[in-house]
């Protein structure tokens, strides 16, 4: 038999541990969730990676400004009637869209800026241009309309939008090219150590959500547009007959397929 006073001891640690793990997981602090689930789950994804590595779809480029392409066209950022040449290249190939993770926030001259603006504006709908966000709130400033253009319209749950990230400060290129593209957020925090884990979907500005460069994107390659994306506050996304699913938040967690570089 065991002694009631080791009874005791086994029964207030159980439950003294018990309502810890209780309290965490309702409380859920940031240092626990960006630390210490981070760290399991990156362990997981390592794992996973090496005994049973996913598919790694065979559709998708990436066309990298790499150490070889500097050498050979000079240091970034290169003339945009470069970048326009390349643009209309990766467009002859037939992508079904092509997402450009750059900003131009500045003007470069006239003949350059036209050159991108023509190279975009071609393929207007197959082309998804890089937009930002700040965290911290700023000057109020007027949504331009080639912004409010790629506002989401579909919303379902609208009670939830209150726990939806908010943003502030739109940033995007010069209005010759934010309009001649289609435009997708790149606002994704990195956690308390530094690596990106999370993808936010949308956020909301002002009273409007705006969809990630990501989304965007994969809504394009579905054939689908932005009317077509319909949000669930604090639950997710339905893209065609595929549902994204989110935290209360907006954000979704990477799914990482493979080990860096794997496209």
């Given at each position: 038999?065991?002694?009631?006073?080791?009874?005791?001891?086994?029964?207030?640690?159980?439950?003294?541990?018990?309502?810890?793990?209780?309290?965490?997981?309702?409380?859920?602090?940031?240092?626990?969730?960006?630390?210490?689930?981070?760290?399991?789950?990156?362990?997981?994804?390592?794992?996973?990676?090496?005994?049973?590595?996913?598919?790694?779809?065979?559709?998708?480029?990436?066309v990298?400004?790499?150490?070889?392409?500097?050498?050979?066209?000079?240091?970034?950022?290169?003339k945009?009637?470069?970048?326009?040449?390349?643009?209309?290249r990766?467009?002859?190939?037939?992508?079904?869209?092509?997402?450009v993770?750059?900003?131009?926030?500045?003007?470069?001259?006239?003949?350059?800026?036209?050159?991108?603006?023509?190279?975009?504006?071609?393929?207007?709908?197959?082309?998804?241009?890089?937009?930002?966000?700040?965290?911290?709130?700023?000057?109020?400033?007027?949504?331009?309309?080639?912004?409010?253009?790629n506002?989401l319209?579909?919303?379902?749950?609208?009670?939830?939008?209150?726990?939806v990230?908010?943003?502030?400060?739109?940033?995007?290129?010069?209005?010759?090219?934010?309009?001649s593209?289609?435009l997708?957020?790149?606002f994704?925090?990195a956690?308390?150590?530094?690596?990106l884990?999370?993808?936010?979907?949308?956020v909301?500005?002002?009273?409007?959500?705006?969809?990630s460069?990501?989304?965007?994107?994969?809504?394009?390659?579905l054939?689908?547009?932005?009317?077509?994306?319909i949000?669930?506050?604090?639950?997710?996304?339905?893209?065609?007959?595929?549902?994204?699913?989110?935290?209360?938040?907006?954000?979704?967690?990477?799914?990482?397929?493979?080990r860096?570089?794997?496209?």
């Amino acid at each position: 038999m065991i002694p009631i006073k080791k009874t005791r001891v086994i029964l207030v640690f159980g439950v003294i541990s018990t309502t810890a793990f209780l309290l965490l997981h309702l409380w859920s602090p940031r240092f626990i969730e960006e630390n210490v689930e981070a760290a399991f789950l990156d362990y997981r994804f390592k794992i996973r990676n090496l005994l049973n590595p996913p598919a790694v779809p065979e559709n998708i480029l990436i066309v990298e400004v790499d150490e070889k392409s500097l050498e050979r066209y000079g240091r970034w950022p290169w003339k945009r009637t470069l970048q326009a040449t390349l643009i209309e290249r990766i467009m002859k190939g037939g992508p079904t869209v092509l997402a450009v993770d750059i900003f131009y926030p500045e003007r470069e001259n006239r003949k350059a800026d036209a050159a991108l603006r023509d190279a975009l504006k071609k393929s207007k709908n197959r082309i998804v241009l890089a937009a930002g966000f700040d965290l911290e709130k700023g000057k109020n400033q007027s949504v331009p309309d080639y912004l409010l253009d790629n506002a989401l319209t579909s919303i379902k749950d609208q009670s939830r939008l209150a726990n939806v990230v908010t943003v502030f400060n739109p940033k995007t290129s010069i209005p010759a090219l934010s309009s001649s593209a289609l435009l997708g957020h790149v606002f994704s925090p990195a956690d308390m150590d530094g690596k990106l884990r999370w993808e936010c979907l949308y956020v909301k500005y002002e009273d409007d959500l705006y969809p990630s460069l990501p989304l965007v994107t994969a809504a394009r390659a579905l054939q689908k547009k932005s009317p077509d994306i319909i949000v669930h506050a604090g639950r997710g996304a339905v893209l065609g007959d595929r549902f994204i699913p989110t935290d209360a938040s907006g954000r979704m967690r990477v799914n990482f397929i493979g080990r860096e570089r794997t496209f």
